[in-house]
């Protein structure tokens, strides 16, 4: 299948999406909004930024905590700076965080093209459905292999989202997209480190590069997705030609898990199931969450010490979740948290058993009260979202992150967008103390 003519022509196309869709896309960029700028404290954004300001350059573009740069090194501090937390959205078929690479890639460049609001709305759509396709396209044994798709096929979505902000038409953007096959890059074993939010921070600066440099006149191989010895060949990629099917038409990306939770996302199905639990702390007398046995490796720890360590804790959190603990919020995740009495004589209440035939996004809980009840509850991720109840879910996680005010002014940015005729209200968000950014 030519991969990158069928990506080229629907970046280039009219982007023709319903309702839901757009507005699930208006929630990422709220999310990733949120968490850039709840993320500009990290040693990571601090060393990006510092890198951006040290190199200078023409202030063209907004830098989550402030100052203008190019549009290629914004994309880079800012999908860097909004990954920092690890708290921004997932998708499954993506196998990684879509959002984070794209918007920042789209934003810097639409900052430096002075696109209009509705513009940015549609290569988002375009950037993010295509981040999906192509990580599907490379299936999981590209993941599983080592590489992180956030940078690998996130990279082309930031291609298509920057390509089709600059104007490219479909020849010159298959050869963005064939610069960004020789680009895109993240491996897995980068997490843990500053690396791993980096391989977003790279991936967008990838997508900018190379549609500028398409525009500019320069060529690439046709194929250079799908081809022999394309970026799907030599990186493990499943080559899934269904990935693309009804691309244009129908919609993937709206499937986004958005993590509502400050810890793994492998914990994220269980939580979702303890809220429909209704029990008090003194009267659980056992819990047993089952998994998939993908996690165990993942966020099994039984008895951890520290915040972060909590964070990747089937049973710690499960405890924290049913004594009333904000799992949503930053602060609950400290070493005092992980070693509070009443929270780790719950823990030991826990058990976490696996079932290979559940789904990886799907978890099962079931809560023993001293009066011999059990209260059984499940959840899966990759359910379609009930956009309403994650709307005020997600202005109330931007609350967490950033306090009641300025998230009502994110908020009153995003949805004013589609009708804005520039982007001044939407770049203050991302640095609202600084005076000048219109």
């Not at 949120?34 to 907004?62: H, M, P, Q």
């Not at 809220?275 to 039984?302: F, I, M, N, Y």
Request: glycine share 12%; hydrophobic share 45%.
């Amino acid at each position: 299948m030519d991969v990158t003519a069928r990506l080229a022509a629907f970046a280039t196309g009219p982007i023709e999406a319903p309702e839901d869709v757009r507005r699930a896309v208006r929630l990422s960029l709220l999310d990733w909004l949120a968490c850039g700028r709840a993320g500009t404290g990290e040693r990571v954004a601090r060393l990006a930024r510092g890198l951006a300001l040290d190199e200078g350059g023409a202030a063209r573009a907004t830098m989550f905590g402030g100052g203008r740069v190019t549009a290629r090194a914004a994309a880079l501090v800012n999908g860097a700076t909004s990954h920092a937390l690890d708290y921004d959205d997932t998708h499954f078929l993506h196998i990684g965080h879509p959002s984070v690479v794209v918007a920042s890639a789209a934003l810097a460049t639409a900052e430096a093209e002075g696109a209009n609001g509705a513009a940015v709305l549609d290569a988002l759509l375009a950037g993010l459905e295509a981040a999906c396709r192509v990580g599907d396209w490379l299936g999981r044994g590209h993941y599983e292999i080592g590489f992180h798709q956030t940078g690998t096929s996130g990279a082309f979505g930031a291609t298509v989202a920057a390509g089709r902000l600059m104007g490219l038409d479909a020849g010159a953007m298959g050869h963005a997209l064939g610069l960004a096959s020789t680009r895109a890059a993240g491996l897995k074993n980068q997490f843990g480190t500053d690396g791993k939010p980096l391989n977003a921070g790279f991936a967008a600066e990838v997508g900018v590069s190379c549609a500028t440099l398409a525009r500019l006149g320069a060529t690439s191989a046709p194929a250079g997705i799908e081809g022999r010895q394309g970026f799907g060949a030599t990186h493990a990629g499943a080559a899934r030609d269904a990935a693309l099917d009804g691309l244009g038409e129908a919609w993937v990306f709206p499937a986004i898990s958005w993590k509502f939770h400050a810890c793994c996302h492998g914990l994220h199905a269980m939580l979702e199931a303890l809220r429909e639990v209704r029990a008090s702390p003194g009267e659980v007398t056992a819990v047993r969450v089952t998994t998939h046995p993908r996690w165990l490796d993942v966020c099994d720890q039984p008895a951890p010490t520290t915040g972060l360590g909590a964070k990747f804790s089937y049973r710690l959190t499960a405890a924290m979740a049913l004594s009333g603990v904000d799992t949503a919020a930053l602060a609950s995740f400290t070493d005092a948290m992980a070693r509070r009495p009443d929270l780790t004589a719950l823990r030991d209440r826990v058990r976490v058993a696996t079932d290979p035939g559940l789904a990886d996004t799907a978890a099962r809980v079931e809560v023993e009260t001293a009066d011999g009840r059990i209260r059984r509850a499940a959840h899966d991720l990759a359910a379609p979202p009930d956009l309403a109840h994650s709307e005020a879910r997600l202005r109330e996680k931007a609350a967490s992150l950033v306090g009641g005010p300025e998230a009502e002014r994110l908020w009153q940015a995003v949805a004013g967008l589609a009708a804005a005729p520039g982007l001044a209200a939407l770049a203050r968000t991302l640095a609202p103390h600084e005076a000048a950014l219109a």
